[in-house]
């Protein structure tokens, strides 16, 4: 009896001195590094929830009954869908990486499963892979492949005791579940995953605040036994960062922090109360218009001058942006998201360097905007309209100053006393952000 006690005690202890002690691998340092220095990637939220055209959470928010739902499957057909396309866009866009949907909360896998036949390729008359055709096309096109992949399942009787969502969808609750068998399941796809579709730039998890009304988010851990989850990824590729989108500081064996919907430091969102922005690579992700997967109506679009403020804000903070597009049923990316991802990359053309591989500026966020810099390099990102920016004074000369747009020189006066002031040009509203670049005699 007291042996088995103590042999409790004893691996307890163990597993927290293992967790707490979780070193990155060196590989892993050096893809946390390339990571941020990306700044921008899609996000898409694909899957036979979009046939439905009402968002992905339509399953659980309508209390459809899951193997009604399941039904879904023989009638996905996404005959347009071409990978080249989407890549060719991704790349027009300026984007680094995308974070696909691998399997959502409702328990569809977009991918070949050998865990059932509720996937694309066993369960559809379409029959194909897209991951593999996406994996393949986004490599031709160096743009590096994520995975979203849910912990919370809407599908699956194994996935007992339910957690806060999916009561409606008319599972025979706790009939067959075994935990454990999950948890096995989850550990099969995600080797799929990372054997069969080459290198994985993030695996991004969604799903594990389902049971947080239950449990501490210490016990947390334990539950999802993310200690092994995260042993896994880390093992099959060392270079695969981890995210977990629970809303809280990260956990050990994460290699990245998500911000859902606002960017580090802000909580607009009302998911990340008192979220302390950690010293982690930082993502904010955040839809094109309100929704992650495709709704036909009711689904405001952000404009360019919004989307590109918000790409220069997360920049500002040192955090890439992860923006989300839903493509339609028939495999198509919607005009108005290609639209815009297009304008986006014209932007990111002309002033890529205030954005990829800068670092968060000196100069805090003020009316005017933002700043990021990068070695000797401070771009100032004129968000409102205004013809004069006075910044504090910065110990190293100014050696030259212009419009990074078109190289236009921009008047500016360094004092010690009034600190430094810039005469912003006139420049053309709708320019989303209109960005002034300082350069240093010294790195900043
Ligand atoms: C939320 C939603 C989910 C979406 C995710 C993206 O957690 O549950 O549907 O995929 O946000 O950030």
Redesign the pocket.
């Known amino acids: 009896m007291k042996r088995t006690f103590l042999a409790i005690i004893a691996s307890l202890l163990c597993l927290t001195v293992s967790a707490q002690g979780y070193v990155p691998t060196e590989e892993c340092l050096k893809a946390r590094q390339e990571f941020n220095q990306e700044r921008f990637g899609i996000f898409i ?1 694909w899957g036979i929830y979009s046939m439905l055209a009402d968002g ?2 339509v399953q659980n928010r309508k209390n459809i009954d899951y193997e009604e739902y399941a039904l879904l499957a023989n009638a996905f057909y996404p005959a347009k869908f071409n990978a080249d396309e989407w890549a060719a866009l991704f790349r027009e866009a300026g984007a680094k990486y995308v974070t696909f949907t691998s399997r ?2 409702d328990g569809f896998s977009m991918f070949k499963t050998a865990t059932s036949d509720f996937n694309i390729v066993d369960g559809t008359p379409f029959g194909r892979d897209v991951v593999k055709e996406l994996a393949d096309a986004l490599a031709k096109n160096d743009i590096k492949l994520h995975f ?1 992949y849910s912990h919370l399942d809407w599908h699956r009787l194994d996935y007992w005791p339910l957690g806060r969502e999916g009561h409606g969808v008319g599972r025979p609750e706790g009939k067959d579940g075994d935990w454990q068998s999950y948890l096995e399941f989850m550990r099969t796809q995600l080797t799929e995953l990372l054997t069969n579709y080459g290198p994985i730039g993030a695996i991004w998890f ?2 594990y605040w389902d049971k947080k009304n239950d449990y501490s988010y210490k016990e947390l851990y334990d539950v999802w036994d993310m200690e092994a989850e995260y042993a896994l990824i880390h093992k099959l590729q060392p270079s695969c960062l981890v995210a977990n ?1 629970h809303h809280v500081a990260p956990y050990p064996g994460e290699d990245i922090q998500p911000f ?1 919907r606002d960017v580090p430091g802000e909580n607009t969102s009302g998911y990340l109360t008192g979220t302390k922005v950690s010293s982690l690579p930082l993502e904010t ?1 955040q839809t094109i218009n309100k929704d ?1 997967g495709y709704k036909i109506v009711g689904s405001p679009y952000k404009t360019i001058k919004e989307l590109i403020t918000l790409l220069a804000r997360t920049a500002s903070k040192g955090a890439n942006l992860l923006l989300n597009v839903g493509p339609r049923p028939d495999g198509t990316i919607p005009d108005r998201s290609a639209a815009l991802l297009r304008e986006m990359g014209a932007w990111l053309k002309v002033n890529g360097e205030s954005i990829y591989g800068t670092v968060a500026g000196c100069v805090p966020e003020s009316e005017w905007g933002v700043s990021t810099q990068n070695g000797n390099s401070l771009y100032l990102h004129v968000l409102k309209g205004t013809d004069k920016i006075e910044i504090p004074y910065i110990d190293n000369k100014i050696v030259s100053a212009v419009a990074l747009q078109d190289g236009t020189p921009v008047k500016f006066s360094q004092k010690k006393k009034t600190g430094i002031v810039i005469d912003v040009p006139a420049f053309d509203e709708s320019c989303p952000d209109y960005v002034v670049k300082l350069s240093f005699r010294k790195a900043l």
Do not use: L
């Open positions: 939220h992905e959470w959502h909360h979203y969604d799903g989108n859902e992700c992650w």
